[in-house]
């Protein structure tokens, strides 16, 4: 069980270059990513919340429907059975996306602040911005996919 680093790195790069898991991974991202900027708008648009607050607000709504699809879909043969594991799982996938929330957050801040880019507009490129950071942290933490399938 012991491989080289080598053919561990390799393992996991296979791994991260399913094609199939990549579009399906962007298939639920981009639902997600609707969600998110859905909500990030009414809640500072119709609710009048400040940005950061609706943005921490939306993007863990986007988190959790997202983790739902990836877990019934993306990611269904990968991960241990039982409420524990989905529960790990799913506070891993919160733990991991948050390097994604932070790229996300700085781009949304700065385009918005800094260029006058629109609120809709920044905060999909900042979204696009965090997913390689997302992608490659649920691939090798939360579900693990260069293990044994379930």
Not at 15 to 24: I, K
Not at 94 to 106: A, D, E
Not at 109 to 115: N, P, Q
Request: charged fraction near 10%; aromatic fraction near 12%; hydrophobic fraction near 50%.
């Amino acid at each position: 069980m012991s491989n080289s680093l080598p053919e561990t790195i390799r393992t996991r790069v296979r791994a991260l270059c399913s094609t199939t898991r990549v579009g399906l991974y962007v298939g639920v991202g981009t639902f997600g990513a609707a969600i998110d900027t859905a909500a990030l708008v009414f809640l500072v648009e119709a609710m009048s919340l400040g940005t950061v607050v609706s943005k921490l607000l939306s993007w863990e709504l986007g988190i959790a429907v997202i983790f739902v699809i990836n877990e019934q879909w993306t990611f269904a043969s990968y991960g241990e059975g039982g409420l524990r594991a989905l529960w790990r799982r799913f506070m891993l996938s919160n733990v991991v996306r948050f390097g994604g929330l932070l790229v996300t957050l700085v781009v949304l801040m700065v385009l918005t602040g800094h260029f006058g880019v629109g609120l809709m507009l920044a905060n999909v490129i900042g979204i696009g911005a965090g997913f390689f950071v997302n992608y490659i942290c649920e691939c090798l933490y939360t579900w693990q996919v260069y293990q044994d399938q379930r």
